[in-house]
């Protein structure tokens, strides 16, 4: 497994932007897929965004498309999430993963087997 820390969240009005960075304590995490999901409170974590190891393939939950960009930096062992026109309907913790599965399906979690402590994105109406 892999160590992963995120940061970036913090608490915006309606329509604003932040940004989410993952950062890993391994290079080899340039070899995986990396994923980005979400957990509000009282209800299951779900998919947000994946990126493949180059970062040229980019999958999106219906919810956050054309909203949400996800992207990486191999140098430096970190993958990004920017949020733009968020709604208090993003309002969750955040988690980066790495995807250790080779499905079509990027939404299921057992595919990913190294997950960070989170970050708490909290967006006010």
């Known amino acids: 497994q892999v160590q992963l820390v995120e940061s970036g969240g913090g608490m915006v009005q309606a329509g604003g932007s932040l940004r989410l960075s993952c950062v890993a304590n391994r290079r080899t995490v340039g070899n995986y897929y990396m994923g980005w999901f979400r957990q509000a409170p009282g209800k299951d974590r779900y998919f947000v965004a994946a990126?493949?190891?180059?970062?040229?393939?980019?999958y999106y939950a219906d919810s956050v498309k054309g909203r949400f960009t996800i992207s990486r930096d191999n140098a430096v062992n970190t993958v990004f999430l920017q949020m733009n026109s968020l709604k208090p309907e993003d309002t969750a913790v955040y988690y980066c993963?790495?995807?250790?599965?080779?499905?079509?399906?990027?939404?299921?979690?057992?595919?990913?087997?190294?997950w960070g402590q989170g970050t708490q994105v909290t967006v006010s109406s």
């Open positions: 990126i493949s190891q180059g970062g040229s393939l980019t």
């Open positions: 993963a790495r995807r250790i599965g080779s499905g079509s399906y990027f939404g299921s979690l057992r595919e990913y087997d190294s």
